[in-house]
């Protein structure tokens, strides 16, 4: 069994820092404070995580913090990812914007409406995307392209030189 983790020795100004935060009416600092001042009072990670109610990684993942950034893990950082891996790059989401022009017959599907969970299928089938996507990539593509996902009347059209006159928009 590995030895617990605890906070280095804190200086005057941080261990005040740290009641300070004791106070604080944003309960992520208070809870931070809470777990940095029982650690430096020599409570294992488990021991805190009890008291506070956190696991015990969430305990660690605070005391290494702490010893990366110091006083600086007091305050929330964006939980954003730092990267975005897309699926659908430049040329791939164009080929999803063509391939929704079309009718979900061309691939042999008995629909002729296009929906998410469709267009990920057809997707992958068609090679635009190397494993089965969410419909949330896809709609997050499609806003890419500047298309919002509603009715597909709005935007796609037919390749069907009567395309028009069918839906009604040309009487004639």
């Known amino acids: 069994m590995r030895s617990p983790i605890f906070v280095r020795v804190l200086s005057q100004e941080e261990h005040q820092k740290l009641q300070e935060g004791l106070r604080s009416v944003d309960s992520f600092v208070m809870r931070r404070s809470q777990i940095l001042l029982a650690s430096n009072q020599g409570q294992t990670p488990r021991q805190?995580?009890?008291?506070?109610?956190r696991?015990?990684?969430t305990v660690r993942n605070v005391i290494r913090a702490f010893h990366d950034v110091g006083l600086a893990c007091?305050?929330?950082n964006s939980s954003r990812p730092k990267t975005l891996r897309t699926i659908f790059d430049e040329s791939r989401a164009a080929a999803l914007?063509?391939?929704?022009h079309q009718s979900p017959r061309n691939f042999g599907h008995p629909t002729s409406l296009w929906t998410l969970?469709?267009?990920a299928?057809?997707?992958?089938e068609q090679g635009l995307s190397p494993h089965q996507v969410s419909v949330e990539t896809i709609r997050v593509t499609l806003k890419r392209l500047g298309k919002s996902w509603?009715?597909?009347?709005h935007w796609i059209v037919s390749p069907d030189p009567e395309?028009?006159?069918?839906?009604?928009r040309v009487s004639g």
């Open 117 to 119: 969970e469709l267009a």
């Open 121 to 124: 299928q057809v997707s992958l």
């Open 163 to 168: 395309y028009s006159r069918k839906r009604g």
């Open 48 to 53: 805190i995580a009890m008291v506070v109610g």
């Open 74 to 76: 007091l305050s929330r």
């Open 150 to 153: 509603r009715r597909a009347k």
């Open 97 to 100: 914007g063509e391939l929704l």
């Open 55 to 57: 696991t015990g990684q």
